[in-house]
Structure formats: C-alpha cells, structure tokens
Nanobody, 123 residues
C-alpha cells in the first residue's frame, strides 16, 4: 500500500521560510509523478509543484521563485522549501504520488495522497 505522509507544517510569520517533507512508503521505484498540492478553506485544491520521471519540475505561478521542490531519486522522499511565505499561502498542503511518469502537471489524477499538513502564515 502506497502511503505518503507529510510533516513540517506549522505557523509562521509572513516573510519567513518553512520546509515541508513527505515520506512515501510502499512506493515501488518506478520514477512516477510526485507532487505537492494545497487547499485553502473555501477554495479548490490547486497544484503547487510536480516532478516527473525525468526530474522535470513544474510550479504554479504563485510558487515560482519562492518554493523549491526536491525529491530523492528513489522517489521515497520529497520536500518543499517555501521561502518568503505570504498570508495567502495559508492552506492544507498535501503530498501525492502516482505511477504515471509524465504530464504530471494538470493531466495526471494522482492516485495516492497523504493526510496533509497545515501551513498558517500570519501577517
């Protein structure tokens, strides 16, 4: 059973940094898609960043220049470094995995999801 587990969320001040981590158990090393997503109260879930089997990383517009996705080659660990966070970054952040290898951003329906970790940014 593939199970992503997130950690590292918390409450921070605007302008600070935060690193989220994800450990993915039971994930066969096939280099599939990994991704970070978020959902704020009253809003739809949105993509933050994804990485495909060739290591290509794509970011949401709001994440470009501030957030950095890193993933182990084994695809069993992944992190999201969040710099210069803003109050609008407040959301539940989810780690997700899938056996698809490409077109991870916008085309893949990720099949494995973590429970999420809350990030709260105060001004």
């Amino acid at each position: 059973q593939v199970q992503p587990v997130e950690s590292g969320g918390g409450s921070v001040q605007a302008g600070e940094s935060l690193t989220l981590s994800c450990t993915i158990s039971g994930y066969i090393d096939i280099g599939g898609c990994l991704g970070w997503f978020r959902q704020a109260p009253g809003k739809e879930r949105e993509g933050v960043a994804t990485i495909d089997s060739e290591g290509t990383i794509l970011y949401g517009e709001f994440a470009k220049g501030r957030f950095t996705l890193s993933a182990a080659k084994s695809r069993t660990n992944m992190s999201l470094r969040m710099n210069n966070v803003k109050p609008e970054d407040t959301a539940m952040y989810y780690c997700a995995a899938d056996t698809s290898r490409f077109e991870c951003w916008g085309s893949v329906e990720f099949g494995y999801w973590g429970q999420g970790t809350q990030v709260t940014v105060s001004s």
